[in-house]
């Protein structure tokens, strides 16, 4: 069991540019969620996955930020034309579905910062 | 809709002096609570949740947490601490949205500093 795995860790880009980022889960789990932790609070939900098909989506995650799973197994989440309010950790996170398990293993995060 | 706030910001304790992080919760039916603790650029690790059954639960490292319905409250204890328990620690509430699924609803944190 490799855990949760984000790349890259870190980011630094231009404000106006384009980032992704990619997530691979614990390999059998088929939930998968994306949070965004800005400097001083906890994390906030930005979106939800079980396996291929997108499920939820908070608020927060403006037409600027788009997130897909193709084949159930690794996620990527993009953020167009970045803004310096975008400077963030994005975690990932994975559980299983079965039964009444309800534990979301995080990864590491990708630390963002729009300059 | 839920919530969690955790009232301390920020707190100190002497290594080997005991430990209560609080939490509260807002939160219509039974809650699912879990305490997760983050160290410095690192992701979240869970230490320990709360899903129904005993209200006292244990979780990793030689934390507690205690369920107490009637204070809406989920306060995380360590008898003992090291000074490799400084950290940040987040309490959260799972809101689920259907199918057995949740996302998580998390407080602002506290940071705990450990004095030699």
């Known amino acids: 069991d490799t855990g949760v795995s984000q790349n890259p860790r870190h980011k630094i880009t231009k404000r106006g540019q384009n980032v992704t980022f990619r997530c691979d889960p614990i390999?059998?789990?088929?939930?998968l969620y994306w949070y965004r932790q800005t400097l001083g609070q906890g994390p906030e939900f930005l979106t939800y996955?079980?396996?291929?098909?997108?499920?939820?989506k908070s608020r927060l995650l403006s037409d600027r930020f788009s997130a897909e799973r193709p084949k159930g197994s690794f996620s990527t989440l993009e953020i167009q034309r970045t803004e310096q309010g975008d400077s963030a950790m994005y975690l990932c996170a994975s559980s299983f579905s079965r039964g009444t398990t309800y534990e979301q293993y995080f990864g590491p995060g990708t630390r963002l910062t729009v300059t | 809709a839920q919530s969690v706030t955790q009232p301390d910001i920020h707190i100190t304790v002497s290594e080997g002096a005991s430990l209560e992080l609080r939490c509260n919760y807002s939160y219509g039916a039974t809650p699912y609570l879990f305490w997760y603790v983050q160290s410095p650029g690192q992701g979240l690790q869970l230490l320990l949740k709360?899903?129904?059954?005993?209200?006292l639960v244990q979780g990793i490292k030689g934390f507690e947490a205690e369920f107490k319905r009637s204070q809406s409250s989920f306060n995380l204890r360590k008898p003992s601490v090291h000074w490799s328990d400084a950290a940040e620690y987040f309490c959260?509430?799972?809101?689920?949205f259907g199918e057995g699924a949740q996302k998580l609803v998390f407080g602002q944190g506290t940071r705990l500093t450990i004095n030699p």
């Open positions: 996955f079980q396996n291929e098909a997108q499920l939820e």
């Open positions: 959260a509430v799972g809101a689920p």
């Open positions: 709360y899903f129904s059954g005993d209200t």
């Open positions: 390999s059998e789990h088929n939930r």
